[in-house]
């Protein structure tokens, strides 16, 4: 094959460039740190890592929602708390008041300080979170509790607030007030238990107080059996949060392999590109400056 | 004629001849960085000695230039420019595709899909506060953004195809001249007397580097004839010896003003290769595939976001349905029935699509929840939210993240694919340039030599005309004396 001066120099400008052009990519990946930065660099690993971003982010808002959902739990269970103790200061005062030696002037007394508790188990009920009513279903606007304990919340299934705190994985974080602290107007639970209490000390029944003492054993066991599906609640969310955690982990981590540049290989690489490019000048300045004239006469 | 003077008739001949030799070493070397240049060579013949005289096979008649040829191979001629039309289409649709993914810019946190991720996030966020003001201003203001993400891919989109029509008047034009071109070099290769005569060789080879252009930009085919050059594109002939017809790129309005390419005669549509034939494509396949595959995923994301929302309740309790607002994204200034502002995919247009005014201008009426009277219910907001996880029937039964991935993932497949076929191609070309220029280009080294040789040649017979003259003068002083 004839070798003509134009063949050889473009040949030599093609290698350079190429040369060149595979240094320029690796110095890319190098400063940017990614190995995929547009589709058609790898079209099935960008599939994949949109996928990735995509759950990535699903899963900060699982974890947000979650930590919302413990906020809630966590707050209902401070406000039920101090209803126990509440219920059992009644408790105390009740059996006090059922003993034989008590004058009626003592029972109206403690009636009083019932009356007092009941008025505090009525703001109990009326507790906010962030500005919402906790017990008054999904109308947090408006305090599910009026003076006299009628609740005008919402009541029935499906009457609190969801979180999402998984795919699919819906968790009610509320209970409407009248599934713990009962309802005056209706006539149940411990607000009405209350003021039976109080209206039979006032009264001097000691029958009355016995009653209500059996009620409100009946109300704190309700009570308690509403804490302990709250502290279950509470339990699976930080089991959630852990489980989130862990798929951000993993997510984050197979987004990365697919990614990110390694770059020791990267370093490594440009090195060779480096070199390959310099060797390809320094062969060009080599071929290009010899002809037949530098050996005639 | 004597034989005494055949001498210097030899002499005189050689000298031209090497002369002449000479000065085609010198066109060579001074070509040597010309492009399409092709090497050329005298062709040196004997002469018989002259008729009638007593030298008849005792000695011939010196020599003559037969001819200057060009040293080039049709064969590779012929190769080149289908190597080069491909390379030329896929090197178009490479590029534009390039450009594609910089305007999708996936993967990226700015990108349409991070947009839609932002958008179902706000819808999250909302369900936990949906008494909240801020939060509705946030769905707003995704919602918002997801649109101008739309409008701003499929706007740019749209430029390009703009910008195609440019580069096809552009390209057009040049097809034009260069055809007109090859046919006056066609007429003045005729006046020389065809081609491979004398004066021809320059001529041919400008030609030449023509019609490799012209391969590349059209896909034309070259066929030599009796009646001289003839260059076909598709089915109709672009150059016939000395006449050339004319393109014409106008705006055809079956595309919506879009440029096509017609034989400005006969109006008949071109069929292009090449270059221009891809930069067609591009624009009326890839791109217009593009948008409205944008296009369908707006509209599927739109028309469930409304669905949903006009099942729920504001948050003063109502319902949103039967109102202006009942539909959170419209593409019509009218919100009035039966469609409240939103049209069927047919009428839909990315450009037109928004937030809901009503809604924008007061968030309270985003419909968050599902029952009436519960301000504290975001359960529609989160079923809203969830139609990142739903499979859209619209959509190809993908969820609309999957829709968008599947854009994304076939816009990949073939940028890179036209990437390593347009790098294969270039290699291909180039390795039929090398052998091209093996044939044809020029070796400094070798007219070198050549010059070296037609210079010794040149003494020689100068030697030589010295020697017979001094043979006559010799011959004259001595009869004279």
């Keep these: ?78 406000s039920l708390s101090q209803a126990t103790d509440l219920l059992h200061r009644a408790r105390e005062l009740a059996v006090e008041g059922a003993s034989d030696t008590v004058p009626p002037e003592a029972r109206k007394a403690l009636a009083q300080e019932v009356r007092q508790l009941r008025e505090e188990l009525i703001s109990i009920g009326n507790a906010t979170y962030g500005g ?48 713990i602290f009962g309802d005056a107007g209706s006539g149940v639970g411990p607000l009405k238990t209350l003021e039976d209490l109080a209206s039979a000390l006032d009264a001097d029944d000691q029958a009355g107080i016995n009653s209500a003492l059996g009620a409100l054993d009946a109300d704190t066991d309700n009570l308690l059996q509403k804490r302990t599906t709250l502290g279950a609640k509470l339990e699976r969310v930080e089991m959630n949060a852990r489980k989130l955690l862990d798929t951000e982990i993993l997510f984050r981590d197979l987004l990365s392999r697919l990614e990110d540049a390694d770059l020791a290989e990267v370093a490594v690489r440009f090195a060779t590109e480096d070199a390959a490019y310099r060797q390809a000048l320094a062969a060009a300045a080599q071929i290009l400056r010899s002809t037949l004239l530098d050996f005639l006469r | 004629m004597g034989v005494e003077f055949l001498g210097l008739e030899i002499a005189k001949r050689a000298l031209m001849a090497q002369q002449r030799a000479l000065l085609v070493s010198g066109h060579n070397v001074a070509n040597a ?10 062709i040196l013949k004997a002469v018989p ?79 936990l506060n949906p008494e909240s003001i801020a939060a509705r201003e946030q769905v707003r203001q995704r919602g918002e953004i997801l649109v101008e993400r739309f409008k701003e891919a499929d706007r740019r989109l749209s430029e390009l195809a703009y910008q195609i029509d440019r580069t096809v008047e552009a390209k057009v034009a040049e097809v034009n001249q260069i055809a007109s071109r090859v046919a006056d070099l066609n007429r003045r290769i005729t006046l020389l007397g065809g081609e491979g005569k004398s004066g021809t060789a320059d001529l041919e080879d400008e030609r030449d580097l023509l019609l490799d252009r012209l391969s590349r930009l059209t896909g034309a085919r070259v066929y030599h004839s009796e009646e001289g050059l003839r260059v076909m594109v598709g089915d109709h002939y672009l150059v016939a010896g000395e006449r050339w017809f004319e393109l014409e790129a106008e705006p055809d309005p079956d595309l919506g003003g879009s440029y096509r390419v017609v034989w400005a005669a006969s109006g008949e549509r071109a069929r292009l290769e090449g270059e221009l034939g891809s930069l067609l494509e591009v624009r009326d396949r890839d791109l217009a595939g593009y948008r409205e595959s944008l296009r369908r995923l707006a509209w599927g994301v739109a028309s469930e976001v409304n669905e949903w929302h006009g099942g729920g309740y504001d948050l003063a309790g109502n319902p949103v ?30 450009a037109d699509w928004r937030v809901n005014p009503e809604i924008a201008q007061d ?50 497949v073939a940028a890179q694919g036209a990437r390593d076929q347009a790098r294969t191609q270039e290699l291909l070309v180039q390795q039929i340039e090398q052998q091209r220029q093996a044939v044809s280009g020029v070796n400094l080294d ?3 030599m050549e010059m070296v040789r037609a210079q010794h040649a040149y003494g020689v017979a100068a030697r030589f005309a010295g020697v017979v003259d001094e043979m006559l003068r010799i011959l004259i002083e001595r009869v004279g004396a």
């Design chain 1, 1 to 78: 094959m004839r070798i003509t001066d134009r063949m050889a120099s473009e040949r030599l400008l093609q290698d350079i460039l190429e040369a060149g052009r595979r240094r320029l990519e690796v110095h890319r990946q190098m400063s940017s740190g990614k190995r995929l930065e547009r589709p058609s660099d790898d079209p099935a690993g960008v599939f994949s890592a949109l996928g990735f971003r995509s759950l990535l982010r699903e899963t900060a808002r699982f974890r947000e929602n979650n930590d919302d959902a413990r906020g809630w739990l966590e707050a209902a269970e401070a």
């Design chain 1, 132 to 179: 919402r009513y906790m017990f008054g279903g999904r109308k947090t606007t408006q305090a599910p509790y009026d003076a006299g304990g009628n609740y005008s919340g919402e009541s029935g299934p499906g009457a609190s607030l969801v979180r999402e705190i998984g795919p699919g994985v819906y968790l009610e974080v509320t209970l409407p007030g009248i599934e």
């Design chain 2, 33 to 42: 960085a010309t492009p399409g240049y092709t090497r050329q060579k005298v």
């Design chain 2, 49 to 127: 000695p002259p008729e009638g005289t007593e030298l008849r096979g005792i000695a011939g008649g010196g020599v003559e230039v037969a001819g200057i040829t060009r040293i080039r191979d049709l064969f590779l001629d012929l190769g080149y420019r289908e190597q080069a039309e491909a390379l030329g289409r896929w090197e178009v649709r490479s590029q534009y595709l390039a450009q594609v993914e910089e305007i999708l810019r996936e993967p990226s946190d700015f990108s349409l899909g991070a947009a839609l991720d932002a958008f179902w996030d706000s819808w999250q966020l909302l369900s």
């Design chain 2, 321 to 350: 349905a039967g109102e202006n607002w009942q539909n959170f994204f419209v593409n019509k200034s009218d919100l009035s029935p039966p469609d409240y502002g939103f049209t069927a995919y047919a009428d839909f247009r990315i």
């Design chain 2, 363 to 412: 968030v309270r009426r985003i419909a968050a929840a599902s029952s009436p009277g519960l301000p504290g219910d975001g359960s529609n907001a989160l079923a809203i939210a969830d139609l990142r996880r739903t499979s859209i029937a619209f959509l190809d039964d993908a969820t609309p993240g999957d829709f968008h991935r599947r854009i994304i993932g076939s816009l990949g």
């Design chain 2, 446 to 448: 070798e007219e070198m």
